[in-house]
Every structure is written in C-alpha cells, then in structure tokens.
C-alpha cells in the first residue's frame, strides 16, 4: 500500500468492457490502468486508499457499484453546447478534454468496443459524430453469426488486399475496410474544417493509428489515450489552465 498524498485522486471511466483508471496528483497524470475483467476485483483503490475520485461509467455497472464515494459526472455537467440528450458520456468527455488540449475544430476518433468519430465545430460546439462498430466486434460478429467463418484477430502487417484463404480475406476486410471508413469520415471533417485535428484514442488505438499513417500527414493528428481523463480533470478544476500537448503525456500505458 502506497501512502497517498493529499493532493492525489482518481478519475475512473467505467466502459463497456474495461475500468479505466487514473491517478493524479494535483493536475499532473501520474499513472494510468486499464483493468479487464478478470483483473477488476484488483483495483488500484488497494494501494491507494480514500482517494477521491470523480468519473463516470457508459457501461452496466455503475461508477458507484466500483467507488462508493465518487462524484459522478454526467452530460449536463459538460459544457459542450449543441451535444443532444443520448450522447455517451466517454465520447463527451472525450471531446471535452481534445476541446482543452488541442483546440477546435477536432475530431475525436474513438477505437473501442465501438469505433467513434466525434466532433466539434471551430466555435468548439458539439458538431456530430458516427458510431460503427469496433475492429474486434467485426471479427467476432463473424465468427459468431456464420456458421464456417473462425475469429480472425487484427493483422498486425497491412494483409493482402484480396485474400487467398478464409483468413486472409477477413483480414483484408478489417484492416482496408476499416481505412477506407476512416479515409472518408476524415476526408469529410477535413473538408468541413480545414484547420481541423483528429486525435486517435482507445484500446485499438495502435491498430488504427497504423491505418491513418497511410493516407493521413503526421500534422493533422495525435495519439492521446487520455483525452477522457483530461476531460474529467479540466471538469473537476475549470479555472486551471492546461498546457498543450505533448506536456500531458505518460509513458506508462498499459
């Protein structure tokens, strides 16, 4: 057990099927966990106890079933305007921490569970969004809703286009189905905000990371597996100015 300091708290993003974990102390990131469910019942509220700790969960559990004494934040809480009613609160936060880091226009490219684009204007204004579903949950649609196709994971090379085997054409299928998705959501943004910046976060966020490098130059987007966290911490202390990347990276991602 680590003795806290006072100055430390949590954010925590329950998802669909992850806990999403951070510590800070004061506005600085310390540590991050992105905890599967075989390794929730080991959260880090063990080592550091009686944190505070503010979030919110998008999936069935509740961000207070996981932290009884968490403040909880919700859509109303955001002062994004134009977002409607139903918007996930991850894909909020998210947009709202771009929003404080990397300015507007942006859009926030979400690969999850689900594969999210989400966007604000250059007045910084919810401006729509798409949501597909994720890389893995194609693959495993396949496999689960086909009576002879396997489970093919992500190809970590470019595959060949047309596929000789079974594999090999599933492959194909996510890994150029997915760019050509990208290359015209993207070429859309940018073609309604030219100054726009994409940022790629998520579980997936290497595979599609890989994708944008083929057809997108390296200055119209960033990587950043925080942008929930710095849209919670920018939330929980609005009056502190938050430097611009790259100065809120950690290299401790897991």
Same mark, same amino acid.
């Given at each position: 057990?680590? *003795?806290?300091?006072?100055?430390?708290?949590?954010?925590?993003?329950? $998802?669909?099927?992850?806990?999403?974990?951070?510590?800070?102390?004061?506005?600085? @990131?310390?540590?991050?966990?992105?905890?599967?469910?075989?390794?929730?019942?080991?959260?880090?509220?063990?080592?550091?106890?009686?944190?505070?700790?503010?979030?919110?969960?998008?999936?069935?559990?509740?961000?207070?079933?996981?932290?009884?004494?968490?403040?909880?934040?919700?859509?109303?809480?955001?002062?994004?305007?134009?977002?409607? &009613?139903?918007?996930?609160?991850?894909?909020?936060?998210?947009?709202?921490?771009? %929003?404080?880091?990397?300015?507007?226009?942006?859009?926030?490219?979400?690969?999850?569970?689900? @594969? +999210?684009?989400?966007?604000?204007?250059? =007045?910084? /204004?919810?401006?729509?969004?798409?949501?597909?579903?994720?890389?893995?949950?194609?693959?495993?649609?396949?496999?689960?809703?086909?009576?002879? @196709? *396997?489970?093919?994971?992500? &190809? !970590?090379?470019? !595959? !060949?286009?047309?596929?000789?085997? +079974?594999? +090999?054409?599933? /492959?194909?299928? @996510?890994?150029?189905?997915?760019?050509?998705? %990208?290359?015209?959501?993207?070429?859309?943004?940018?073609?309604?905000?030219?100054?726009?910046?994409?940022?790629?976060?998520? $579980?997936?966020?290497?595979?599609?990371?890989?994708?944008?490098?083929?057809?997108?130059?390296?200055?119209?987007?960033?990587?950043?597996?925080?942008?929930?966290?710095?849209?919670?911490?920018?939330? =929980?202390?609005?009056?502190?100015?938050?430097?611009?990347? &790259?100065?809120?990276?950690?290299?401790?991602?897991?």
């Amino acid at each position: 057990m680590v *003795p806290p300091q006072s100055n430390q708290w949590f954010a925590l993003m329950i $998802g669909n099927s992850r806990q999403h974990w951070a510590l800070f102390t004061g506005e600085h @990131l310390s540590r991050t966990w992105h905890l599967t469910p075989e390794e929730f019942a080991f959260n880090p509220a063990q080592d550091y106890p009686n944190l505070p700790c503010w979030g919110a969960s998008v999936g069935s559990v509740s961000l207070h079933q996981v932290y009884p004494t968490a403040i909880a934040f919700t859509l109303e809480d955001i002062p994004i305007p134009r977002m409607y &009613p139903t918007l996930g609160i991850d894909r909020a936060l998210a947009l709202w921490g771009a %929003l404080q880091v990397y300015g507007a226009p942006v859009c926030v490219v979400d690969a999850g569970t689900a @594969l +999210t684009l989400t966007l604000a204007n250059d =007045r910084g /204004e919810f401006a729509g969004g798409v949501i597909l579903p994720g890389v893995g949950l194609m693959a495993r649609a396949l496999a689960d809703y086909t009576a002879a @196709l *396997p489970y093919v994971t992500l &190809p !970590p090379d470019p !595959p !060949p286009r047309w596929g000789t085997t +079974t594999t +090999t054409a599933i /492959e194909s299928g @996510l890994y150029y189905g997915t760019a050509a998705m %990208l290359h015209a959501y993207l070429g859309a943004f940018f073609q309604a905000f030219p100054q726009g910046t994409v940022i790629v976060t998520g $579980g997936d966020r290497p595979f599609l990371s890989e994708l944008l490098k083929t057809f997108l130059d390296a200055d119209r987007w960033h990587e950043d597996d925080h942008l929930v966290f710095w849209g919670i911490r920018a939330l =929980r202390n609005p009056t502190v100015k938050i430097e611009m990347h &790259p100065m809120n990276r950690i290299d401790d991602f897991r």
